[in-house]
């Protein structure tokens, strides 16, 4: 079965630091990844996806990167972090076969930028 | 561009009661409609979707949803609640015609349950 494996789980970082959270994917191929941020009381928006290694698509213009190495490995970074960047972050696969499978997720890492 | 609308922000209902989440959406062809459901520090899990055919759904834990073309609707549903529901419920949108393929969510509604 797929599993789905986010790290770190929280963290605590001060602003103008780096950030690196990983993400990987178990028992599937060429699945398509997403990043997304959840803000207190708010709903899920969706920051990167990617359809493949080395194919990154940004939603939204920002102080965050993403990059995917391999086939299942799901990288956000940042070189400095702002106050903003806190929230709750979780990575997402989905089968790339249709469009209508579901999307699976981490448990999320907890960012507090202070 | 699809969207989601959960009216909804807090609900809370007694133990037993039953329930109903609404969820809105926009979108011009027939949608994919998900329910999720996140517990405190978790990451989200998925309850129930369609896609086709039957416009009653049944999902995990008891819940079900009913797509209505007409009010572009997809509310969730369960006769009973228990205790163990109390968490925040999404629900999402996809579309076969975007190329990202990703879901688009409401902001949620979180439910809370008195004993």
């Known amino acids: 079965s797929q599993t789905i494996h986010q790290w770190p789980a929280t963290l605590v970082q001060p602003v103008g630091s780096p950030l690196s959270l990983e993400c990987t994917v178990e028992?599937?191929?060429?699945?398509?990844l997403y990043w997304y941020r959840q803000a207190a009381g708010r709903g899920l928006q969706l920051l990167f996806y990617?359809?493949?290694?080395?194919?990154i698509s940004s939603e939204v213009p920002q102080n965050l990167s993403a990059s995917r190495p391999q086939d299942r490995q799901f990288i956000l970074s940042s070189k400095k972090l702002l106050l903003s960047d806190s929230g709750f972050y979780l990575c997402?696969?989905?089968?790339?076969?249709?469009?209508?499978?579901?999307?699976?997720f981490g448990n999320g890492t907890r960012l507090t930028v202070t | 561009a699809q969207s989601v609308t959960q009216p909804d922000i807090h609900i809370t209902v007694s133990e037993g009661a039953s329930l109903e989440l609404r969820c809105n959406y926009s979108?011009?062809?027939?949608?994919?409609l998900f329910w999720y459901v996140q517990s405190p520090g978790q990451g989200l899990q998925l309850l129930l979707k369609?896609?086709?055919?039957?416009?009653l759904v049944q999902g995990i834990k008891g819940f079900e949803a009913e797509f209505k073309r007409s009010q572009s609707s997809f509310n969730l549903r369960k006769p009973s609640v228990h205790w163990s529901d109390a968490a925040e419920y999404f629900c999402?949108?996809?579309?076969?015609?975007?190329?990202?393929?990703?879901?688009?969510f409401g902001s949620g509604t979180r439910l809370q349950v008195q004993p």
């Open positions: 999402a949108v996809g579309a076969s015609d975007t190329g990202r393929r990703a879901l688009t």
């Open positions: 028992g599937t191929s060429n699945p398509n």
């Open positions: 990617s359809v493949g290694i080395g194919q």
């Open positions: 979108y011009g062809a027939t949608p994919y």
């Open positions: 997402a696969w989905k089968a790339p076969s249709s469009y209508n499978s579901p999307l699976h």
């Open positions: 369609y896609f086709s055919g039957d416009t």
